[in-house]
T-cell receptor, first 113, second 114 residues
Framework: EAGVTQSPTHLIKTRGQQATLRCSPISGHTSVYWYQQALGLGLQFLLWYDEGEERNRGNFPPRFSGRQFPNYSSELNVNALELEDSALYLC????????????FGQGTRLTVV | AQSVTQLGSHVSVSEGALVLLRCNYSSSVPPYLFWYVQYPNQGLQLLLKYTSAATLVKGINGFEAEFKKSETSFHLTKPSAHMSDAAEYFCAVSGGSTLGRLYFGRGTQLTVWP
């Protein structure tokens, strides 16, 4: 069974540009979560999508947005990139049932120069 | 509200020694608790989880953790460290209306000396 897949693995962008990160969940999982892991800041929750709807949002500015498609895959968009957006972006998926574990992808390393 | 505190950002042990990584949680609802491991430049891998069944939870790679409600703790242990255990470990809590959203601790970097 395929795990959570993220693309691209690495992304280099210039300050002010837009970045699009993609995530395919495990088959049967309807929930997708996005986390940012920046150096020294730990794992910060960004967004949670389930059944195509945004269910919860972390403390990030509106230039961080995303969506979930009918096949439950998801996209994270970061507009007007800033240097401090450089981080590892992790996607996770789970069923919607409380207490089930989230399975993580390998992440997308975003570098803003 | 839920939160996790991991005591000690860095822990060093000798190969063969006991590994103890500390985690205390705060939760206004019955918590689900998790330990994840992250190797360099990789995603997170689940080690074990507590979901209100047995309080002593056994995970992969010889790790286990004990849920102690009175102490609001969920410490991770392994009797004998191996070089391959060197990694960063994250404790996380979920539960309540946010369902599967995880609240992570800051992580503990484990170093294993030969």
């Amino acid at each position: 069974e395929a795990g959570v897949t993220q693309s691209p693995t690495h992304l280099i962008k210039t300050r002010g540009q837009q970045a699009t990160l993609r995530c395919s969940p495990i088959s049967g999982h309807t929930s997708v979560y996005w986390y940012q892991q920046a150096l020294g800041l730990g794992l910060q929750f960004l967004l949670w999508y389930d059944e195509g709807e945004e269910r919860n949002r972390g403390n990030f500015p509106p230039r961080f947005s995303g969506r979930q498609f009918p096949n439950y895959s998801s996209e994270l968009n970061v507009n007007a990139l800033e240097l401090e957006d450089s981080a590892l972006y992790l996607c996770a998926s789970s069923t919607r049932q409380g207490g089930t574990e989230a399975f993580f992808g390998q992440g997308t390393r975003l570098t803003v120069v | 509200a839920q939160s996790v505190t991991q005591l000690g950002s860095h822990v060093s042990v000798s190969e063969g020694a006991l590994v103890l990584l500390r985690c205390n949680y705060s939760s206004s609802v019955p918590p689900y608790l998790f330990w994840y491991v992250q190797y360099p430049n990789q995603g997170l891998q689940l080690l074990l989880k507590y979901t209100s069944a047995a309080t002593l939870v056994k995970g992969i790679n010889g790790f286990e953790a004990e849920f102690k409600k009175s102490e609001t703790s969920f410490h991770l242990t392994k009797p004998s460290a191996h070089m391959s255990d060197a990694a960063e470990y994250f404790c996380a809590v979920s539960g309540g209306s946010t369902l599967g959203r995880l609240y992570f601790g800051r992580g503990t970097q484990l170093t294993v000396w030969p």
